[in-house]
């Protein structure tokens, strides 16, 4: 068994991509499973994740690695798998042996229910979302509901603000600011940037401080490789023009990737999220949506659904989009906790509802007899 000690010769060159004093209690942990070695294992950061290897980085060069099959085996068991940002352990062999129980998980969930895993051990999320038709302030808040109770701290970078309007762009940023603010609460910052401008890196400066690691999030084409880039101050993703009828983007960046940055922060650069499903609770949609949360015991009834009860101080002051959008996650988080029996059932529901208002139509038609 093995001594946190035996790593400590890696700790100042690990902080280049990340690493702190607050992981030295995984690390000992992580070690303390390892009793088959004989060589003291290294530290890593994983950079990408392939579906046989992963790419590692330990502070001094990029290199691959295969993943134990115990280790993939015991992630899948907890359901969850290796991301992007994890700390692990890697042998003499290039075989990622252990991965630190990381401090920060963020995961989405497939259409399926199953999980996703995003990125691991980040700081502060950049929530990306351009001026242009990219812009929803209904998947902004997916987004906010995603890192709801993951101790990320999210920040709203709104892009392109050079690109729409640009004799009037600070009137029309400020515009789409205000709005955003009545809906996600003062709390969290929101920045309008020229994502290709070498400023954009003073803008972010409070979150890009030395050993920390930013993710970004958004859709295809909001701008999120194009201000990784810009960061980097060098070309480290590929980017492409967003389509013209619609603004979106085509898929570009295509795996998460962590890139180290000039000022000594890293970032994480993600591919775009067009259907997003935050994996949460009821407490963490609660504190997403605090203000209905704040609001509910002002209703009239105890059991407000705040749908069409009279007296309902929620639906009198929060926004209808904003409402809908909560009653939608709610929906999505009560078939996420449903048994598959439950499912059926509902699905039944759904179809003989079907069938009923269909033989309804026809006998109002005068087609029941033909």
């Not at 890696?10 to 902080?15: K, V």
């Not at 607050?22 to 994740?49: I, K, M, Q, W």
């Not at 907890?78 to 252990?98: E, F």
């Not at 180290?260 to 997403?288: F, H, K, Q, Y």
Request: hydrophobic share 40%; glycine share 8%.
């Amino acid at each position: 068994m093995f001594a946190i000690e035996a790593l400590s010769d890696s700790f100042e060159r690990l902080h280049s991509i990340g690493w702190h004093a607050g992981l030295h209690d995984a690390a000992s942990a992580a070690l303390a499973e390892l009793d088959d070695l004989e060589t003291a294992p290294r530290l890593a950061r994983v950079v990408t994740v392939h579906r046989e290897t992963v790419q590692l980085h330990d502070g001094e060069c990029e290199f691959a690695a295969r993943v134990r099959p115990r280790l993939r085996h015991a992630l899948d068991e907890q359901g969850t798998a290796l991301a992007v940002g994890d700390w692990v352990l890697v042998d003499a062999d290039a075989w990622t042996r252990a991965r630190l129980a990381p401090q920060t998980h963020l995961v989405r969930r497939d259409a399926d229910g199953r999980r996703h895993p995003l990125a691991s051990n980040v700081d502060t999320a950049l929530l990306v979302m351009g001026l242009d038709l990219d812009f929803s302030a209904r998947r902004l808040e997916r987004f906010l509901t995603l890192l709801a109770g993951s101790g990320v701290r999210p920040v709203v970078v709104l892009t392109k603000a050079d690109l729409v309007a640009p004799a009037a762009s600070e009137a029309l940023a400020a515009d789409e600011i205000d709005a955003l603010r009545a809906r996600v609460g003062p709390d969290v910052p929101l920045l309008a940037v020229n994502g290709t401008s070498p400023e954009v890196a003073q803008q972010l400066a409070p979150w890009l401080e030395a050993g920390r690691t930013v993710v970004l999030l958004g859709s295809s084409g909001a701008g999120k490789s194009t201000l990784t880039n810009t960061l980097a101050g060098r070309a480290v993703q590929v980017t492409q023009q967003v389509r013209e009828h619609d603004h979106r983007g085509q898929h570009t960046t295509t795996a998460r990737v962590l890139h180290r940055l000039p000022c000594g922060a890293c970032v994480i650069d993600t591919p775009g999220l067009r259907a997003l499903r935050p994996d949460i609770d009821a407490d963490g949609l609660a504190e997403s949506f605090g203000d209905i949360e704040r609001l509910a015991p002002r209703c009239r009834f105890r059991d407000c659904r705040h749908q069409g009860e009279p007296g309902c101080a929620v639906r009198e002051s929060v926004h209808e989009d904003r409402l809908r959008n909560f009653h939608k996650l709610q929906r999505e988080l009560q078939r996420d906790t449903m048994t598959a029996l439950e499912k059926r059932e509902l699905v039944a529901g759904w179809k003989a509802r079907t069938r009923s208002v269909r033989a309804y139509m026809k006998t109002k038609r005068g087609e029941g007899d033909r």
